[in-house]
C-alpha cells in the first residue's frame, strides 16, 4: 500500500514501526562498529605482544601499531606476569 493512501491510525503505526526499525538498525550498526574497534586493538596488542617477546624496542613496536607507550609498558607487565 502507498504511504498516501494510509488512514491517520495506519500513518501513526506506520511511523512507530519506522522510528523502531531506525533505532535497531542506530543500535546494531553502534555496537558493530565498537565491535570492529576493539578487534583492531586486539591485533594490535597481538602484534605488539609477539614484537615484544622477540625483543623488539619500543620505538619499533610504536611504529608498526602506533601503541602508546604506556600501552606498551603495560603489556610487557601482562607478559611478564603471565610468564610467573
Given at each position: 500500500?502507498?504511504?498516501?493512501?494510509?488512514?491517520?491510525?495506519?500513518?501513526?503505526?506506520?511511523?512507530?514501526?519506522?522510528?523502531?526499525?531506525?533505532?535497531?538498525?542506530?543500535?546494531?550498526?553502534?555496537?558493530?562498529?565498537?565491535?570492529?574497534?576493539?578487534g583492531?586493538?586486539?591485533?594490535?596488542?597481538?602484534?605488539?605482544?609477539?614484537?615484544?617477546?622477540n625483543?623488539?624496542?619500543?620505538?619499533?613496536?610504536?611504529?608498526?601499531?602506533?601503541?602508546?607507550?604506556?600501552?606498551?609498558?603495560?603489556?610487557?607487565?601482562?607478559?611478564?606476569?603471565?610468564?610467573?
Open positions: 500500500a502507498e504511504i498516501s493512501n494510509f488512514t491517520k491510525k495506519e500513518h501513526e503505526e506506520y511511523e512507530r514501526s519506522l522510528k523502531a526499525y531506525r533505532d535497531l538498525q542506530n543500535t546494531i550498526d553502534y555496537k558493530y562498529n565498537i565491535g570492529r574497534k576493539e583492531r586493538k586486539e591485533e594490535k596488542n597481538l602484534v605488539a605482544i609477539v614484537m615484544i617477546e625483543n623488539e624496542p619500543n620505538t619499533k613496536i610504536i611504529k608498526y601499531t602506533n601503541l602508546s607507550i604506556k600501552e606498551i609498558e603495560e603489556l610487557r607487565i601482562e607478559i611478564k606476569n603471565h610468564e610467573t
